[in-house]
């Protein structure tokens, strides 16, 4: 299971770093949320690889990951705010939930889970934050259809991406928090964790694909 797991997470890290090339070579033909998902990808890629490092020169790959989350939501967010602007509730919920998730990233980070453990709880609050923006974003798509199909919408891949990815992470973190011990996951939990990002991030590199495609973005007219 250990060699399935490295395999998988040279796979993962190799898919992210295309993903990246192919975003740099196009990156005047994406739109303002593929450059938004390109720059995720490039903390993603950044982060995983300090981790890698650090699992080799410290022993311990959880340091970066105290950094990385706070800037994934951020990141995740500002592709959601693209698209529900217009939303009067939703602009309150971004600016409060934002504030929200970087005061309680700080707090758990220095008084709970230190930067030499894994900060399970702020991911999993990061996808109880998100959860929302996603099917809200769902409801959205639903409520005004655009004349191009939704398997040639960018948003639609990243969107979905995002549930798989979120809920997963949601009921794995709420589920194991009490089994984890000095900051170690079962490695079933780990394998899980690498197929569900592999997918994940193939959802954004065909995000970023369709983004590309389309000349000019779907607008949404949000009440």
Same mark, same amino acid.
Request: hydrophobic share 50%; charged share 10%; net charge positive.
């Given at each position: 299971?250990?060699?399935?797991?490295?395999?998988?997470?040279?796979?993962?890290?190799?898919?992210?770093?295309?993903?990246?090339?192919?975003?740099?070579?196009?990156?005047?033909?994406?739109?303002?949320?593929?450059?938004?998902?390109?720059?995720?990808?490039?903390?993603?890629?950044?982060?995983?690889?300090?981790?890698?490092?650090?699992?080799?020169?410290?022993?311990?790959?959880?340091?970066?990951?105290?950094?990385?989350?706070?800037?994934?939501?951020?990141?995740?967010?500002?592709?959601?705010?693209?698209?529900?602007?217009?939303?009067?509730?939703?602009?309150?919920?971004?600016?409060?939930? =934002? @504030?929200?998730? #970087?005061?309680?990233?700080?707090?758990?980070?220095?008084? !709970?889970?230190?930067?030499?453990?894994? *900060? %399970? /709880?702020?991911? =999993? @609050?990061?996808? #109880?934050?998100?959860?929302?923006?996603?099917?809200?974003? !769902?409801?959205?798509?639903?409520?005004? *259809? %655009? /004349?191009?199909? =939704?398997?040639?919408?960018?948003?639609?891949?990243?969107?979905?991406?995002?549930?798989?990815?979120?809920?997963?992470?949601?009921?794995?973190?709420?589920?194991?928090?009490?089994?984890?011990?000095?900051?170690?996951?079962?490695?079933?939990?780990?394998?899980?964790?690498?197929?569900?990002?592999?997918?994940?991030?193939?959802?954004?590199?065909?995000?970023?694909?369709?983004?590309?495609?389309?000349?000019?973005?779907?607008?949404?007219?949000?009440?």
């Amino acid at each position: 299971m250990k060699d399935f797991i490295l395999i998988g997470f040279y796979f993962y890290l190799s898919l992210i770093f295309i993903s990246i090339i192919y975003g740099i070579l196009f990156f005047n033909n994406i739109q303002s949320i593929g450059k938004i998902i390109l720059a995720y990808l490039a903390v993603t890629f950044a982060s995983e690889l300090c981790s890698f490092i650090l699992s080799y020169t410290i022993k311990n790959s959880n340091p970066p990951y105290h950094i990385y989350i706070p800037l994934h939501y951020l990141l995740i967010s500002l592709v959601y705010r693209n698209f529900l602007i217009r939303d009067k509730v939703y602009r309150l919920y971004f600016y409060l939930s =934002l @504030f929200v998730f #970087i005061c309680f990233s700080i707090i758990n980070s220095m008084f !709970f889970q230190t930067f030499n453990t894994l *900060p %399970s /709880n702020s991911f =999993l @609050f990061c996808s #109880i934050l998100v959860l929302p923006q996603i099917l809200l974003l !769902f409801v959205k798509l639903i409520e005004t *259809p %655009s /004349n191009t199909a =939704l398997k040639k919408q960018s948003i639609f891949w990243f969107n979905c991406g995002n549930l798989l990815f979120h809920s997963t992470t949601f009921l794995i973190w709420g589920s194991f928090n009490l089994l984890l011990k000095n900051g170690s996951v079962p490695l079933f939990v780990h394998v899980i964790l690498i197929v569900v990002n592999i997918i994940y991030y193939g959802c954004l590199l065909i995000a970023l694909y369709t983004e590309r495609k389309i000349i000019k973005a779907p607008q949404y007219i949000l009440s």
